[in-house]
């Protein structure tokens, strides 16, 4: 029998009980796929955790990457994320079911609505967020989704989902690096019991060249990236890098056996200046 690697990774409690590796391997479709960055990340790194979207384009492969690595899906915590194009009651529904089938799988731990804003015409974005939102509830009773949640939603977005709606999200996932830091929203987040996530925590690789982490980087022999990752787990945020080279997913799993101390902290959260490298869901109503 091959031994496979399990990293020693954190969880963070959601609501629900379930619990949530702080640390994850992002898949989106900027910069391309690699599927044998995927294997040597479950099979040789020991990441348990993978984030996906409908939108990255990657179902099937990651259903082909996660069965060649033989890796247990009981082990996995995969989440998934439905576009704005399959919102609505019955699209929401059958997409989530699709997104499963896609990658091979009978449930997700996480299911996201992936953008707070609806695509279609003649339905408010409050009255789509809502009727979507009831979709995941079911699929949530229903099993298929173990936990689900929000992505890219603001205050005034998560207000109106309390109103209109009786799962609170257990997630919420924003942008988050030493950039960009809303810590309000943060704040907002745990006060209601939901957890917040980090992406882009390289700032798409911005972030790597900026003249305080790369000190601090010299100063604990780690890489800039590792800087930023054991800062935002520092910070309590779920953080869920992409690579698609191996050296570069084994460097940035390596975050758990050192710590940052409170003066490096403090300076890493003196970086932001409101730079987003994603998108910016500010203007959505
Ligand atoms: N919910 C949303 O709306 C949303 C939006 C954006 C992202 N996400 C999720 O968050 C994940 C991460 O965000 P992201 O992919 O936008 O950006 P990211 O993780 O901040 O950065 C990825 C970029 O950094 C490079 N990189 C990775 N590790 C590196 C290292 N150790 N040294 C130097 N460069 C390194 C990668 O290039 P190589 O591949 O060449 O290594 C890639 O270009 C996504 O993949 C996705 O799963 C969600």
């Given at each position: 029998m091959s031994y496979v690697k399990v990293l020693n990774c954190p969880t963070i409690p959601l609501s629900n009980g379930l619990q949530i590796p702080i640390f994850g391997l992002g898949t989106s479709h900027y910069g391309g796929y690699s599927h044998d960055a995927?294997?040597?990340?479950?099979?040789e790194c020991g990441i348990r955790h993978i984030d996906t979207a409908k939108r990255y384009g990657c179902e099937e492969e990651l259903g082909k990457a996660i069965s060649d690595s033989k890796i247990p899906r009981s082990d996995l915590w995969l989440t998934n994320k439905l576009w704005p194009g399959d919102y609505g009651y019955k699209a929401a529904k059958k997409a989530c079911l699709t997104s499963c089938s896609q990658m091979g799988v009978q449930y997700f731990d996480l299911y996201l609505m992936h953008w707070p804003e609806s695509l279609q015409p003649g339905?408010?974005?409050?009255?789509?967020?809502?009727?979507?939102?009831?979709?995941?509830?079911?699929?949530?009773?229903?099993?298929?989704?173990?936990?689900?949640?929000?992505?890219?939603?603001l205050v005034h977005h998560l207000e109106q989902l309390k109103e209109d709606c009786s799962v609170v999200p257990h997630v919420n996932?924003?942008?988050?690096?030493?950039?960009?830091?809303?810590?309000?929203?943060?704040?907002?987040c745990r006060q209601e019991g939901i957890v917040?996530?980090?992406?882009?925590?390289?700032?798409?690789?911005?972030?790597?060249?900026d003249p305080t982490v790369l000190r601090i980087a010299e100063k604990y022999r780690r890489t800039p990236a590792q800087i930023c990752i054991r800062w935002?787990?520092?910070?309590?945020?779920?953080?869920?890098?992409?690579?698609?080279?191996?050296?570069?997913?084994?460097?940035?799993?390596?975050?758990?056996?050192?710590?940052?101390?409170?003066?490096?902290?403090?300076?890493?959260?003196?970086?932001?200046?409101?730079?987003?490298?994603?998108?910016?869901?500010?203007?959505?109503?």
């Open positions: 995927i294997v040597y990340a479950l099979t339905c408010s974005n409050r009255e789509m967020r809502a009727e979507t939102w009831r979709a995941l509830e079911e699929l949530y009773k229903e099993g298929v989704c173990r936990s689900i949640g929000v992505s890219n939603f996932q924003v942008e988050y690096h030493p950039f960009q830091q809303p810590n309000k929203l943060i704040d907002y917040f996530e980090g992406y882009s925590p390289l700032a798409k690789g911005q972030v790597l060249s935002s787990i520092q910070n309590g945020v779920v953080t869920i890098p992409k690579s698609t080279k191996r050296k570069r997913v084994e460097e940035n799993s390596q975050v758990f056996d050192f710590r940052l101390d409170d003066s490096d902290m403090a300076a890493l959260g003196g970086l932001h200046d409101e730079r987003h490298v994603t998108w910016d869901p500010t203007n959505v109503e």
